[in-house]
């Protein structure tokens, strides 16, 4: 976390007081991988933390004030995701590679942080713009990415002008968020993780380019 960290009142915390909002946020995030959100209580997360409720409404208005905080940090690094199509090549063998490095990318952005994005899809299901703008903020800097890829191949000729990149890359998108929310279901259905991954992969490199890839 960079800048300065400000209590709720305005002050700017010491390195102690720092220390101590990062814990309660580090203590939030693990409640969240074993209990549903609304059972969350600031009482739970303080004692966890080793500190008081009042130490948590110096930083925190609420429970859901440090959830948003730990979702906003949560989409910093999510932005991070269009590195894995801005600038990366389509075609041939590269274009299989990429294709497979954004379904791992997504699938792994996934799994480390599932509990947080449980509460943001929840939020967002719920109407909260709060969450939705943070899941968009992580959607959009891949599908913009996507996008652009889309366009790219288009001025070559090698995807029908009729296509609507922003259409076909915001499809995409969603689709390997939806798969990558649930992992845990598709092992369930008795497929296994090293099935996924390549098979989601065809599908975009399909999607994308309307070819078997080269492999």
Not at 5 to 29: I, N, S, Y
Not at 44 to 68: I, K, M, N
Not at 83 to 109: H, I, Y
Request: hydrophobic share 40%; with cysteine.
């Amino acid at each position: 976390m960079t800048g300065q960290v400000r209590t709720v009142d305005g002050r700017v915390a010491g390195r102690r007081g720092q220390a101590t909002r990062q814990k309660l946020l580090d203590c939030l995030g693990e409640m969240l991988s074993s209990s549903p959100y609304r059972d969350v209580k600031v009482i739970d997360v303080a004692r966890r933390a080793g500190t008081s409720p009042a130490t948590f409404y110096q930083y925190f208005p609420d429970v859901e004030g440090a959830v948003l905080e730990i979702a906003e940090e949560m989409a910093k690094e999510g932005t991070g995701l269009t590195s894995l199509v801005s600038g990366r090549s389509w075609a041939g063998k590269a274009g299989w590679q990429t294709s497979e490095d954004l379904v791992e990318g997504f699938l792994d952005f996934w799994r480390k942080h599932d509990a947080i994005l449980r509460v943001v899809d929840l939020g967002a299901a719920e109407g909260d713009k709060r969450f939705n703008k943070i899941r968009m903020k992580i959607l959009n800097s891949v599908t913009n990415s996507l996008t652009e890829s889309v366009k790219e191949l288009q001025s070559k000729g090698r995807i029908d002008k009729d296509v609507s990149p922003a259409a076909l890359a915001g499809s995409l998108v969603v689709m390997l968020a939806s798969v990558a929310s649930h992992q845990k279901n598709f092992q369930s259905w008795g497929v296994k993780q090293a099935e996924l991954k390549p098979n989601l992969a065809l599908l975009v490199h399909l999607g994308i380019t309307g070819r078997k890839p080269t492999k």
